[in-house]
Antibody, heavy 118, light 109 residues
């Protein structure tokens, strides 16, 4: 079955960096775009970034543009989110989601928690 | 990239119907037929319920339906069941990027 497993969440100080990973299985990873979506404590979902199936196209939310970088390694069936210059407002559960037809997120991981605090 | 506007909460008795609206702009909801809806229970990941405005993934009950008019999309839950109590989020493609709605808490009375 299709599985997405996020890892890398941690407690970090403001201004520091963190890299999240999303390991996948059960589907042809290299054929699908992938997303990162986050949810701050007690808040709604916020789309963060998407990367095309081959990594050639990337789009970001304005709130993370210039600070976060999405990437993927199709040989490892894994996508990443490099987060730099972290702020308190980046505190959230970060979900990895598989894209389908560039119109929806059909499979989600269980999430990994990032806490930015001094 | 402003969040799509949803009512904070809606409620209904078992068997009734509830409708959740999702209002955006011509740059997102109104510009593409790529609105999706997600159900989220506390402490769990979201689940896709509707895509491409009105299509249901396999396994989603036909009590869930979607529609769109102009810049506003809607999710209707007919024959409300206790298990439908959850948070619901709309999401729209916006020309490369995506935007979620503010979320709606559905309460079954």
């Amino acid at each position: 079955q299709v599985q997405l497993v996020e890892s890398g969440g941690d407690v970090v100080q403001p201004g520091r960096s963190l890299r999240l990973s999303c390991a996948t299985s059960g589907f042809t990873f290299s054929s699908y775009a992938m997303h990162w979506v986050r949810q701050a404590p007690g808040k709604g979902l916020e789309w963060v970034a998407v990367i095309s199936f081959d990594g050639s196209d990337k789009y970001y939310a304005d709130s993370v543009k210039g600070r976060f970088t999405i990437s993927r390694d199709n040989s490892k069936n894994t996508q990443y989110l490099q987060m730099n210059s972290l702020r308190a407002e980046d505190t959230a559960v970060y979900y990895c989601a598989k894209d389908l037809s560039n119109t929806r997120m059909d499979v989600w991981g269980q999430g990994t928690t990032v806490t930015v605090s001094s | 990239q402003s969040a799509l506007t949803q009512p904070r909460s809606v409620s209904g008795s078992p068997g009734q119907s509830v409708t959740i609206s999702c209002t955006g702009t011509s740059s997102d909801v109104g510009g593409y037929n790529y609105v999706s809806w997600y159900q989220q229970n506390p402490g769990t990941a979201p689940k896709l319920m509707i895509y491409d405005v009105s299509k249901r993934p396999s396994g989603v009950p036909d009590r869930f339906s979607g529609s769109k008019s102009g810049n506003t999309a809607s999710l209707t839950i007919s024959g409300l069941l206790a298990e439908d109590e959850a948070d619901y989020y709309c999401c729209s493609y916006a020309g490369g990027s995506y935007v979620f709605g503010t979320g709606t808490k559905v309460t079954v009375l």
